[in-house]
Structure formats: structure tokens, C-alpha cells
Nanobody
Framework: QVHLVESGGGLVQAGGSLRLSCTAS????????MGWFRQAPGKEREFVAR????????YYADSVKGRFTISRDNGANTVYLQMNSLKPEDTAVYYC?????????????????WGQGTQVTVSS
């Protein structure tokens, strides 16, 4: 099991920005497809963004396109989520997730390991 630790969550006003980080243990990070998911009150876990092993390919949920940017630094075993123009509806616990084998997927059930989550709260 790969251990993931998210950080960077917090409280921000609408229109503001946050940058989430997710750092992985081990030496397999460059082989792991990575993604961000979130779970808001009363909602199921939903896909936010994913990034290929090399970082060349990214994909976003329609709800965050143009506002969020996923990136990775394989040398640092870290994936990031830059969140701009935040809205109250972005409020959720954000989870970093990874796959042992690379595949461009956007569903939570196809990811193998998860972080503990970090709370993002956006106020009006």
C-alpha cells in the first residue's frame, strides 16, 4: 500500500485560491496515474482531476475546468491541485488517489490507494 498525505486545505473566501499538495511514499510514484477527488456534504465522492504518469496528459471535471490545474513533480513524489476562482460549491474534503498501473480513468473505483483527505471550505 502506497501512503498518500494531502495538505494545503483551509478556509478561503469565494474567488480566492488554494494549492493542495499530495506526497506519496515509496519509489513508484513516476509509474502511478494520479487523481484528485472530492466529497461534499450530502454528496458522493466525485472526480475532480487526473494526471498521467509523465504529467503530459490531464483531464478535469466540467465543474472545475478553467479554474483548477493539476500538476506533478515526480522527483518530489508530489501531485498538486491549484484551485483558483473558488466557489462555495467547491467546499468539500479533497482526496488524492493513485493507481499502481497507469490508465486514464476518472472513477474512484479504479484507483488503488488514497490519502486521508484535506478540508477545503469556501465562504461567500
Amino acid at each position: 500500500q502506497v501512503h498518500l498525505v494531502e495538505s494545503g486545505g483551509g478556509l478561503v473566501q469565494a474567488g480566492g485560491s488554494l494549492r493542495l499538495s499530495c506526497t506519496a511514499s515509496g519509489r513508484t510514484f513516476s509509474s502511478n496515474e494520479m487523481g484528485w477527488f472530492r466529497q461534499a456534504p450530502g454528496k458522493e465522492r466525485e472526480f475532480v482531476a487526473r494526471i498521467s504518469t509523465s504529467g503530459l496528459t490531464t483531464y478535469y471535471a466540467d465543474s472545475v475546468k478553467g479554474r483548477f490545474t493539476i500538476s506533478r513533480d515526480n522527483g518530489a513524489n508530489t501531485v498538486y491541485l491549484q484551485m483558483n476562482s473558488l466557489k462555495p460549491e467547491d467546499t468539500a474534503v479533497y482526496y488524492c488517489a493513485g493507481r499502481y498501473t497507469a490508465r486514464a480513468v476518472s472513477v474512484a473505483t479504479q484507483y488503488d490507494f488514497w490519502g486521508q483527505g484535506t478540508q477545503v471550505t469556501v465562504s461567500s
